[in-house]
């Protein structure tokens, strides 16, 4: 029960990786506070989590697009619910159409970035207060290698990843004289839903399955990490 009595804020926790990564924080003992689009999806975490633990997680159902100003709320509803955070893992992510770059549409511009680049600026200045507060503050955000490496056809996606990479990567260098630690965190290829669309003719059997990329994110959790390192598994 390593993380017992802390409080542990993840995103995308409905299904994939986010789902994995919400049950196996809550294993280790912290109070897992659940947030993603689908209200069916966090109820059947919530249904694992009393499984395994005998305790809920606390969910809070939130579209990360119409409800993207929401988010500005999180960090003063925690703090008044269980006055401290601890961890934060923001797994949320969505893949938008793969198109040559010429061929991206106004909507699916606005959508990649509002999901993938301005959720993770709106949870870091909800966040940041509540986890630098912490003893031992930690915040993972996921990432892709699609940020560092460009491919033909992933602009879209990869544009916003590595926005989101930057940014997460200089708040990490602005709290490094802080006891909170920020790092990315990159699973590498894990059977979810988004690859799946990504790669549909790829045998889902062959990849990392999203149970252990959540218990490999716990694990770096549980170990410590390097501020504003990139996490590769």
């Known amino acids: 029960m390593t993380f017992a009595g802390q409080v542990a ?14 049950l196996a924080l809550a294993k280790r003992g912290a109070h897992v506070v659940a947030t993603a689009r689908s209200q069916g999806g966090l109820e059947e975490l919530d249904d694992a989590v009393r499984a395994a633990t005998g ?11 119409k409800e ?22 923001h797994a949320a992510g969505l893949l938008a159409k793969l198109t040559p770059v ?31 507060a912490a003893p031992a503050g930690r915040a993972l ?13 992933w602009g879209l996606y990869g544009a916003a990843k590595a926005g989101q990479h930057h940014l997460v990567l200089a708040w990490a260098r602005e709290v490094a004289s802080t006891p909170l630690r920020v790092a990315l ?20 059997k062959t990849l990392r399955q999203p149970d252990e990329a959540g218990e490999w994110i ?16």
Not at 109 to 128: G, K, P, Q
Not at 141 to 153: G, K, N, Q, S
Request: charged fraction near 20%.
């Open 9 to 22: 804020l993840v995103t995308g926790a409905s299904r994939g990786i986010g789902r994995a990564t919400a």
């Open 102 to 132: 010429a061929h991206i549409m106004p909507r699916d511009w606005n959508e990649s970035l509002a999901v993938n680049l301005s959720a993770c600026w709106r949870l870091i200045r909800t966040a940041d207060p509540l986890l630098r």
């Open 141 to 153: 955000v996921l990432t892709d290698h699609r940020a560092e490496e460009p491919e033909a056809y």
């Open 185 to 204: 965190a990159d699973p590498g290829p894990t059977a979810t839903n988004l690859r799946q669309v990504a790669m549909p003719g790829e045998d889902p």
């Open 68 to 89: 993207a100003e929401q988010l500005d709320a999180l960090g003063p509803t925690l703090l008044q619910r269980f006055g401290r955070l601890d961890m934060l893992v």
């Open 218 to 233: 716990a694990a770096q959790m549980e170990a410590g990490f390097g501020n504003g390192a990139v996490l590769r598994a």
């Open 55 to 65: 305790q809920g997680a606390t969910l809070l159902p939130l579209d990360l697009v």
